[in-house]
């Protein structure tokens, strides 16, 4: 039987991936990508050819049991995403839990993942945190942002840079605009950029300041005083 291998591939820095990871995708019998160009600039980069097929959220569910046949048929299959680790907050869940349901080996390697280097920019505790990934759109949201207000861990948050801003406000408004923030984008990148201070001060800045690129929001967890 073959094996299904998890590989994180770079989140903006294309020097950030490991000599493992780089063997792994030179020696699969597949790799499945989230996006084939995207992750061909790579393969390029350091001279790996491969076969790649997509496998991304609109079509995992009809070729996720066709894809872990091909394992089960004794198969090394790579799975990358666009950037970082898959199944955070990207595909990959689905078919580690199909391959994990029929006997099939499932590794995941080491590397790249941005909420990691925005915890530890930001200054915050980092011994205990949460982890909520992309909040819904609409429906749940601010049900969702309530839930968190007694929340005592370090919370950390993927967000849009088209949302940013009314995000900020809404975790002002919900946690109080003293608590302690910060926001990272464009980690490894040339702009890379992190921006630490109050979640009202954080409001303002964003504001008046229109931003691109990935982002992670960490925000202090509620202290003991403001529970009393």
Same mark, same amino acid.
């Given at each position: 039987?073959? @094996?299904?291998?998890?590989?994180?591939?770079?989140?903006?820095?294309?020097?950030? +991936?490991?000599?493992? !990871?780089?063997?792994?995708?030179?020696?699969?019998?597949?790799?499945?990508?989230? /996006?084939?160009? $995207?992750?061909?600039? +790579?393969? @390029? $980069?350091?001279?790996?050819?491969?076969?790649?097929?997509?496998?991304?959220?609109?079509?995992?569910?009809? +070729?996720?049991?066709?894809?872990?046949?091909?394992?089960?048929?004794?198969?090394?299959?790579?799975?990358?995403?666009?950037? *970082?680790?898959?199944?955070?907050?990207?595909? %990959?869940?689905?078919?580690?839990?199909?391959?994990?349901?029929?006997?099939?080996?499932?590794?995941?390697?080491? %590397?790249?993942?941005?909420?990691?280097?925005?915890?530890?920019?930001?200054?915050?505790?980092? /011994?205990?945190?949460?982890?909520?990934?992309?909040?819904?759109?609409?429906?749940?949201?601010?049900?969702?942002?309530?839930?968190?207000?007694?929340?005592?861990?370090?919370?950390?948050?993927?967000?849009?840079?088209?949302?940013?801003?009314?995000?900020?406000?809404?975790?002002?408004?919900?946690?109080?605009?003293?608590?302690? !923030?910060?926001?990272?984008?464009?980690?490894? $990148? &040339?702009?890379?950029?992190?921006?630490? *201070?109050?979640?009202?001060?954080?409001?303002?800045?964003? %504001?008046? @300041?229109?931003?691109?690129?990935? &982002?992670?929001?960490?925000?202090?967890?509620?202290?003991?005083?403001?529970?009393?």
């Amino acid at each position: 039987m073959g @094996k299904l291998i998890l590989v994180p591939t770079p989140i903006g820095n294309l020097e950030d +991936i490991t000599l493992r !990871a780089l063997n792994v995708l030179k020696t699969a019998d597949l790799i499945l990508a989230e /996006d084939t160009r $995207k992750t061909g600039i +790579i393969l @390029k $980069k350091y001279s790996i050819e491969n076969q790649l097929q997509s496998y991304h959220q609109y079509n995992e569910h009809k +070729i996720v049991e066709s894809i872990a046949g091909r394992i089960a048929g004794e198969q090394t299959v790579a799975l990358v995403t666009d950037a *970082g680790t898959p199944s955070i907050s990207d595909p %990959g869940f689905l078919l580690v839990r199909t391959c994990i349901n029929l006997g099939i080996e499932v590794q995941c390697l080491p %590397g790249a993942v941005a909420f990691i280097p925005a915890l530890v920019n930001s200054g915050l505790p980092s /011994d205990k945190f949460c982890f909520e990934g992309f909040l819904p759109h609409k429906k749940g949201r601010k049900k969702q942002i309530d839930k968190l207000v007694e929340e005592t861990r370090t919370m950390i948050f993927y967000e849009s840079p088209f949302r940013l801003h009314r995000f900020l406000v809404e975790l002002a408004e919900a946690f109080g605009p003293h608590r302690g !923030a910060s926001v990272s984008r464009e980690l490894t $990148k &040339i702009h890379e950029e992190t921006v630490r *201070g109050s979640l009202g001060e954080l409001s303002i800045y964003f %504001g008046e @300041k229109r931003v691109k690129g990935e &982002i992670v929001v960490v925000v202090s967890g509620k202290k003991p005083r403001q529970m009393e």
